[in-house]
């Protein structure tokens, strides 16, 4: 297995790179296409939506036939997405596509899980953020490059660069290895309670409620900073680079503090995004609050690391599917929300994130003890505190 972390990681880096060629320009090119600031909020959303619905199935499949085969099915489906994102001349047939694309997230779940698997001596965190971090690397780079072929080119253009590499990637992942499917445990009375700790119930909800509130402002950042702040192309470019930077920075330096600890300061990042991109005055804001930003969602790797924690590992597919699937549903939510605040006034969704922050920080600390409690559990014997 030496080899399959490297490999993963080489095929993630080549996709990475060419998501971010269009990425963050999303909503920029469902504007050029005519979408309204409520419609753009509508599409991606539902995009969202379907996606999360995607993750418990896919979760309970690796479970049972293999999460290799999940991976595969997420890889070739993405790559059709792209297809027709690049050849699309209206907005319902990109939509259409911009939606599959997004469904293709359904390889999370089993992505998870076999990065789980295959990190042989490397903690848990760490391996998540570090695959994590190297798609984000190359997503950092896509963006720079989507922004100067929008300049120079055309934002349509990037959809094409994009699958040609989507090409190469997938060609780089068929060379991975399957892993063998986990025996389940026996049918006795109280299995899953067992299987599934009722802490784990008690966190998803959390977690829907601190994605929703720190979501928000995401979807329509792009838009804000072009209309109202008067940021050109080649510089949201350079932004939506260092917001997969900061995924790739911040999440690996967070998951080094421990699941729970970079969970929060997680949080944390994402409220100070909203902060600095509503206060600020010059480019040097937009700059760390981008970086910021990638803290943000460096925290969907920390809470999956909090959630295996909580299940046994013969769900752990399952427990991945619906903690992804309840923050998908919550950026649905968030995403339209965003759509309606900001045609009221561009201000708001970032306001909304500054008014309800502190309750989601607040509400961390329900989890302290369990944290604490499994970190003890995973020491060897000797090292435990008497």
Do not use: C
Not at 80 to 103: D, E, P, Q
Not at 223 to 231: A, E, M, T
Not at 239 to 244: I, M
Not at 254 to 275: D, I, P, R, T, Y
């Amino acid at each position: 297995m030496k080899r399959v972390l490297p490999t993963l990681m080489l095929s993630l880096f080549v996709w990475g790179t060419g998501e971010g060629l269009f990425f963050y320009f999303q909503p920029l090119y469902l504007k050029e296409l005519g979408a309204s600031p409520q419609t753009i909020g509508a599409i991606i959303g539902l995009a969202v939506l379907l996606a999360s619905l995607s993750h418990v199935p896919a979760g309970f499949l690796a479970d049972r036939i293999g999460r290799l085969w999940l991976m595969r099915a997420s890889w070739f489906t993405g790559l059709a997405a792209a297809l027709l994102m690049a050849f699309a001349h209206s907005l319902t047939a990109f939509s259409i596509g911009l939606v599959m694309y997004n469904l293709s997230a359904f390889v999370i779940a089993p992505l998870n899980s076999y990065v789980t698997a295959a990190r042989g001596k490397l903690s848990l965190p760490v391996a998540l953020t570090a695959v994590s971090a190297t798609f984000n690397v190359g997503a950092a780079l896509g963006s720079l490059a989507g922004g100067l072929i929008g300049k120079y080119l055309s934002l349509a253009a990037a959809y094409k660069f994009a699958a040609g590499l989507f090409v190469v990637s997938v060609v780089i992942m068929l060379f991975l290895p399957p892993q063998p499917v986990e025996k389940r445990r026996p049918n006795v009375a109280g299995k899953s309670q067992r299987l599934f700790q009722p802490i784990f119930w008690a966190f998803l909800p959390f977690v829907f409620v601190a994605v929703l509130v720190l979501y928000v402002p995401q979807p329509l950042t792009p838009n804000f900073l072009q209309s109202v702040r008067g940021v050109p192309i080649t510089q949201l470019g350079i932004l939506g680079a260092l917001v997969r930077l900061g995924m790739a920075i911040l999440g690996v330096s967070l998951s080094m503090l421990g699941a729970w600890e970079g969970f929060v300061l997680a949080q944390v990042s994402g409220a100070l995004f909203a902060l600095l991109v509503l206060k600020g005055d010059a480019f040097g804001w937009y700059v760390l609050a981008h970086l910021l930003a990638g803290g943000f969602w460096a925290g969907r790797s920390l809470a999956a690391a909090q959630v295996r924690t909580m299940v046994a590992s013969e769900t752990m597919g399952l427990a991945y599917g619906l903690n992804e699937t309840v923050a998908g549903l919550a950026a649905f939510l968030g995403a339209n929300l965003a759509g309606y605040l900001y045609a009221t006034n561009p201000e708001l969704p970032y306001k909304f994130t500054l008014l309800l922050f502190p309750l989601v920080f607040l509400g961390n600390f329900v989890f302290l003890s369990h944290h604490n409690k499994a970190k003890r559990q995973a020491q060897p014997a000797e090292q435990r505190p008497t």
